[in-house]
């Protein structure tokens, strides 16, 4: 698999490291929704199809970068930086869960 | 002269003598044969013994398709089992040995197993040793008692016991067109991408570029095919813009155009030459992959056609034509289309008689029947073998009026006299890389066979790859591909080699098995009959890939090259449905057996880098021994002589506690975290405060992870309004770094904060005990170190010998101590001058088992207590934990379960026998050393304390603190270790902490 940094150009996986789901949202720090805290922290996706992922370029240029791949072809449709981007979240996350 | 041999042709070196031995017994075969070609010339029939009925077998390809001629290679003392003899390549003194047989290959006792062929069908051992439900044998116990024997009757070879001295490469390679294969297709599209600017790797699995061109006698250009391709392949491997890789198997399709393969470097050598390695594992990208790999000829299934001596049409072909070989002197032919009349003509021309040609079909054309006449062949329409005999190799064969459109026998069974018979099922292109990429393969009922599938990565049929099985079709697909490869089109006038060739009907009879009384073999290397495959239908098994795993059709190590199809279309047969409904199983990597070692590559050994610090050379002088801590090599005790690890560190320890000692702190991880906002990160990813923290001074953090356990720990320094110097554990520095840039990036981007792991930059030196103040009084340039310039947690900067350093007071011994930084490079300077500014006072280096043994004592965590099921008031913590802000883990750390009052609690333990203690010994209530049970936690760090002259240990244990002053026992099963113990409290040693503020 390659993943085209936007910094580095296209590199192999393997100088990447997978950070997760891309569609988590993190509750606002003082939040005491713990369901909302529940969720951001343990649930996690799991689509067969495009999926928004958190990629770090950890042996390259550090960036996080959010990644848009295809669990079943390992397509990667988009590749941009985490930083500037407010990520393309999945609509109910709950309801994916169902 | 061979028996076998034919007097003239073949692309061997008749000039070139080889010697080696198979089974103990000497033969000899020339350069250029393998070593199934140089024991068929030599007149072996049988190769080995099958895998559960032990029928003699013989050879039944020509190439990576074969499942029975398997033999094991000896170099040395290392054995590689299960390789097709048909791959090996012979040198002189090459040892070879059949397989799964005893005492012998002609004499083998397990040959019985044949008359009690009925019981051992498929699923036999899964029905018969995984026992009854009662009794002594109840379930896996009986096919545990069976196993052993079962496991050395059934099976294929076996495996050495010496360590493989070889030596194994990885290469990582790029190219614009990867062409796999070097038949007329991959050669033509090689030179074409060639041409057209592209850089092109091809990769052929055999010795010779040329593939069919080697062995269709045909004619190209006209001259012999062969010495066409030989020509080209010449151009190419001069070709500045192709790498030629022969022996290369591509075994692996993956993930955006990157493909695997395995070149055998030096296994057809008797001696590698110096720095060669055995086999070298390439990783290829490409933009451009044509696949040009060709078919692969199908056996019939009949009774009998596993005998020795029954061989695909188009191996005889190839041993013939290439190896100037003869699979028999007598040879019959059973066939379901034109194939096997050429293969009729090739073995004709080479010097074998041909008894005769047995087709299934009713109508035959001219141009067969021609060239039946030209071979000397009786044509028998209309027939079918149905029997085959003789003991090690083919006599004769008997054969019935056949009808192919119900498969109905009829007639007297007649015998031909033959000592070789040659079959020919049709054709399966080599699909399987392409399925590997992805998609389903489309049946063609014409071609009867899986055809590749649409592509969906970026790859090019051509060929007999795609089902185009003439040499003209190859010739034009490979140009076409080619330049489609590299981005040009071919054009109607380009000037291609012509091909001169009697066309034959390229659609076989749709014919698989013919059911007559007697064992047919579908999967020759795991022993599966067609029985097989239907009782599997009958005990309800439908789908192909139940049907695959039930009768284990396949899974040998040739992966059902052969058999899949056959096999496929018996049980399609059995169900009444047409084959493309019942579908065919997904191909996976690799094509073809790959060598763990080249795997492994150079990752295998020791070869991971090392983490020294700058001080290393010096503890290396000064008598250290040294841990491993991840990649860091770590000083553990400075023994001296006659020293046991115990005494070197109780020592160090009491020397520190007593004067003054030294430790190495450089693998500390340090992060600068710089920026306007670097203030506001800390108290955002630290439990407490560091806002508030003063500039020149540092302080002790704490960080949860999101979910509210522990993560780590160390001080922060501050070293300016916006610049702060982070110290993390020395395991956690990467981990920590991580969970600080993915908090910058992805969560709170708007913070104007940079991170930089200065980890490397700095060399440092912890210096505590009474004399340590003295000590950096008597070396330190430029400030005082008085308790009023440097209070505890205080910074300040100055020189020692001359260098820069800072300096800042703060303890993990308990002692009055200093930490000492200066730049790396000057890290060996620094220690030294602090070393000899020591002697005076009586300074000694101490390493991390005296550190160890004075936190212990301190009762101070490290990771073997956050553990990453440790919350920060499991480990009385808690006082860390602002309640002013909000920070990383303070949402989840006080939910129900991480505050529960029974969770295991940070104590202390005193050994009440006067015997040392070991990390993760368990602590129970009651010792039942018979039976242990009952844990109320574990030990998580142990030593003998020089300061309570005693052993006492850390511990996680439940309900903790309550648990003070109470008895308990340590229960160590394992090591043998029973004895009771007091809880007390952590802080073993000055826990008022007047030593290091004093």
């Not at chain 2, 409904?581 to 790959?594: I, K, N």
């Not at chain 2, 210096?767 to 947690?793: E, H, Q, W």
């Not at chain 2, 070991?918 to 109320?936: K, M, R, T, Y």
Request: net charge neutral.
């Amino acid at each position: 698999m390659l993943i085209t940094c936007p910094y580095c150009g296209p590199r192999d996986v393997s100088e990447f490291t997978y950070q997760g789901d891309g569609n988590r949202e993190r509750p606002a720090p003082a939040s005491q929704n713990l369901d909302a805290w529940n969720e951001y922290v343990y649930d996690r996706l799991n689509p067969a199809g495009d999926h928004n992922e958190v990629w770090q370029h950890s042996g390259g240029c550090r960036s996080h970068l959010r990644v848009v791949r295809n669990t079943l072809t390992h397509e990667i449709s988009s590749v941009v930086f985490a930083r500037g981007h407010v990520p393309h979240r999945s609509p109910s996350r709950r309801g994916a869960k169902a | 002269m061979s028996p076998r041999r034919a007097t003239s042709g073949g692309r061997i070196d008749r000039l070139r003598t080889i010697r080696f031995t198979f089974d103990g017994k000497a033969f000899t075969g020339h350069a250029g044969d393998t070593l199934a070609s140089a024991l068929l010339a030599n007149g072996v029939t049988l190769f080995g013994r099958s895998f559960k009925y032990h029928r003699p077998r013989g050879v039944l390809t020509a190439g990576v398709d074969e499942p029975n001629a398997l033999v094991t290679v000896l170099r040395g003392d290392v054995r590689e089992p299960n390789v097709p003899s048909t791959a090996v390549e012979i040198y002189d003194g090459l040892v070879a040995e059949s397989q799964n047989r005893f005492p012998s290959l002609k004499w083998d006792v397990s040959a019985v197993n044949q008359l009690a062929g009925k019981l051992i069908s498929a699923g036999f051992y899964y029905k018969t040793f995984m026992g009854p439900a009662i009794g002594p044998f109840k379930g896996t116990r009986f096919w545990m008692l069976c196993e052993h024997f079962i496991r050395r009757a059934a099976g294929l070879g076996r495996a050495g016991r010496a360590a493989d001295p070889s030596r194994y490469e990885r290469m990582n390679a790029f190219c614009d067109v990867l062409v796999v294969g070097s038949g007329p297709a991959g050669l033509m599209a090689a030179a074409a991408a060639a041409d057209k600017g592209a850089r092109v790797i091809v990769a052929e699995l055999d010795a010779r570029l040329g593939g069919s061109a080697n062995w269709s006698g045909e004619t190209i250009d006209g001259m012999p095919a062969a010495e066409w391709a030989a020509g080209l392949a010449e151009g190419l491997k001069t070709h500045p813009n192709i790498r030629v890789l022969p022996r290369t198997t591509v075994w692996g399709f993956y993930d955006g155009n990157m493909l695997a393969a395995l070149e055998r470097v030096t296994d057809h050598k008797e001696r590698p030459a110096k720095g060669e390695p055995r086999h070298r594992h390439w990783v290829i990208r490409t933009k451009k992959v044509v696949l040009a790999t060709g078919a692969m000829e199908r056996p019939l299934i009949f009774p009998g056609n596993d005998r020795p001596g029954v061989m695909l049409a188009s191996a005889a072909r190839r041993y013939a034509n290439e190896f100037g070989v003869l699979a028999g002197s007598k040879v019959a032919l059973f066939t379901n289309n034109d194939n096997a009349y050429h293969a009729a003509v090739a073995l004709q021309k080479a010097g074998a008689g041909i008894a005769a040609i047995i087709d299934v079909r009713a109508n035959i054309s001219d141009a067969m029947r021609n060239l039946a006449s030209d071979a000397g062949a009786q044509i028998h329409t209309g027939h079918a073998v149905v029997a085959t005999e003789g003991r090690t190799a083919v006599t004769s064969i008997k054969v019935q009026r056949f009808e192919a459109t119900n498969g109905g026998l009829s007639g007297e069974a007649r015998t031909i006299q033959a000592d070789c018979l040659l079959m020919s099922g049709g054709w399966s292109p080599a699909i399987h890389l392409a399925s590997q990429a992805g998609a389903k393969a489309r049946w063609d009922n014409e071609l009867q066979a899986f055809l590749p599938p649409e592509p969906t990565q970026s790859w090019i049929g051509a060929g007999a790859f795609n089902g185009s099985f003439s040499t003209t079709e190859a010739i034009a697909e490979g140009h076409a591909a080619g330049l489609a490869a590299a981005g040009a089109k071919a054009a109607a006038n380009d000037d291609l080699p012509v091909a001169d060739a009697v066309a034959g009907d390229p659609a076989p009879a749709p014919v698989f098995e013919i059911r007559a009384n007697g064992k047919s073999f579908v999967d020759f290397q795991h022993d599966v009959t067609s029985e097989d495959v239907r009782l599997a239908h009958r005990e309800g098994f439908v789908s192909v890939e139940h049907l695959k795993r039930y009768t284990t059709l396949g899974m040998a190590t040739d992966q059902g090259k052969t058999s899949n199809i056959p096999g496929l279309a018996i049980m399609a047969a059995a169900l009444g449905k047409p084959i493309p409904e019942v579908g065919t199983t997904r191909f996976r990597p690799p094509f073809a057996p790959v060598s763990i070692g080249s795997l492994a590559a150079e990752r295998y050994g020791d070869i991971r880098p090392e983490r020294l610090t700058p001080m290393h050379d010096w503890h290396v002088k000064n008598g250290a021994s040294f841990y491993a801590a991840g990649l860091w090599h770590r000083p553990m005790i400075y023994g001296h002589a006659g020293e046991t690890i115990e005494q070197a560190y109780v020592r160090e320890a009491k020397a520190t506690r007593e004067t003054a000692g030294i430790v190495d702190v450089s693998t500390l991880g340090k992060i600068a975290v710089q920026g306007p906002d670097a203030a506001e990160f800390l108290d955002r990813v630290y439990t407490n405060m560091f806002s508030t923290l003063a500039i020149g001074k540092a302080r002790y953090g704490f960080m949860l992870r999101e979910d509210g356990i522990a993560m780590d720990d160390g001080t922060t320094w501050r070293l300016g309004k916006n610049d702060f110097l982070m110290t993390t554990t020395t395991a956690n520095a990467g981990k920590v770094m991580q969970h600080l840039e993915y908090f910058l990036d992805i969560i709170w981007p708007d913070l104007k904060v940079t991170l930089t792991s200065v980890t490397d930059q700095w060399a440092g030196a912890a210096i505590g005990g009474p004399k340590a103040r003295d000590i950096l009084a008597s070396c330190v340039k430029g400030t005082p170190v008085d308790n009023a310039a440097l209070p505890f947690m205080g910074i300040v900067h100055g020189k020692i010998a001359d260098v820069p350093v800072m300096i800042c007071r703060l303890s993990f011994s308990g002692e009055m101590a200093f930490e000492v930084y200066s730049g790396a490079d000057y890290g060996t300077h620094v220690w030294q001058a602090l070393i000899d500014a020591g002697k005076p006072f009586g300074l000694v280096p101490y390493g991390l088992e005296a550190l160890g043994t004075m936190r212990i004592e301190k009762g101070h965590v490290t990771g073997a207590e956050i553990d990453g099921r440790t919350t920060a008031r499991d480990l009385h913590l808690d006082w860390m934990l602002s309640s002013k802000k909000p920070f990383i883990g303070s949402a989840m750390m006080d939910r129900n379960g991480l505050t529960s009052s029974d969770r295991l609690q940070l104590v202390g333990l005193l050994s009440l026998d006067n015997r040392p203690f070991n990390g993760g010994a368990h602590v129970v209530e009651e010792l039942d050393e018979q039976n242990p049970h009952g844990s109320i936690g574990h030990i998580t760090a142990a030593c003998y304390s020089p300061a309570l002259g005693r052993y006492i240990a850390l511990a996680l244990v439940k309900g903790g603190k309550a648990r003070h002053g109470s008895r308990a026992f340590v229960s160590d099963p394992l090591r043998k270790r029973f004895g009771p113990v007091q809880i007390v409290s952590h802080h073993f040693y000055d826990p008022e902490g007047s030593r290091m503020h004093g």
